[in-house]
């Protein structure tokens, strides 16, 4: 995890995994690293969070495979959905509802998948894709702890890979490309200058 410059109440937070997708900010804004997967993106934010101030909102940007064909470029995400999570069991098991799907203010039609592993493989994406057009591996912790604070989120993907043999390569080789783009939808979308 790292945080760099300052939370303040009058501003958002951007929040990214990675320094490979945050390598083309260029913003007074701050900004939060939080690492790959749920864990730690959920105890990233929570922490920052926790500590206070809290800031006016979260934009999450970041990188996302494509489940379906078609689909390229930046998105808003409308719901985000935990694929790794077998709530339908637990529920059979403890009565409890966990891992619900989560509807995003301001987001559109647009469903991510999240889960801790990194999709490069055809029979997980042609199972996933039942679910969802995108995947990543942070976004519905990050939306969870967001609704817990009570401090709104925006989650934006840009399709870095196709999910599918090869996406770690197609990822290396893409996530500059992205994270342009990225920077380019923040400058255009949030107070990205003071």
């Not at 039609?109 to 996933?128: H, K, N, Y």
């Not at 009570?150 to 996406?167: F, I, N, Q, T, Y």
Request: aromatic share 4%; proline share 5%.
């Amino acid at each position: 995890m790292e945080l760099l410059g300052e939370i303040a109440a009058d501003r958002p937070l951007l929040v990214l995994a990675v320094k490979e997708e945050a390598q083309f900010l260029d913003t007074d804004l701050p900004v939060l690293l939080t690492g790959m997967g749920k864990v730690n993106a959920a105890t990233a934010l929570a922490t920052v969070l926790g500590r206070g101030p809290r800031p006016s909102g979260i934009v999450n940007l970041g990188t996302a495979g494509a489940l379906r064909p078609g689909w390229t470029g930046t998105h808003v995400v409308g719901t985000v959905v935990q694929h790794d999570l077998d709530g339908e069991l637990l529920a059979t098991l403890t009565g409890e509802t966990y891992g619900a799907p989560l509807s995003l203010p301001d987001g559109g039609d647009v469903v991510l998948a999240t889960g801790d592993a990194f999709i490069s493989d055809e029979a997980a994406r042609a199972r996933l894709a039942e679910r969802a057009p995108l995947v990543d591996m942070e976004g519905y912790a990050l939306a969870v702890a967001a609704e817990l604070a009570g401090v709104p989120l925006r989650m934006v993907k840009h399709v870095s890979d196709e999910a599918g043999d090869g996406a770690a390569r197609t990822w290396r080789e893409s996530v500059a490309e992205c994270a342009r783009a990225l920077a380019v939808w923040a400058e255009a979308n949030t107070p990205y200058r003071s």
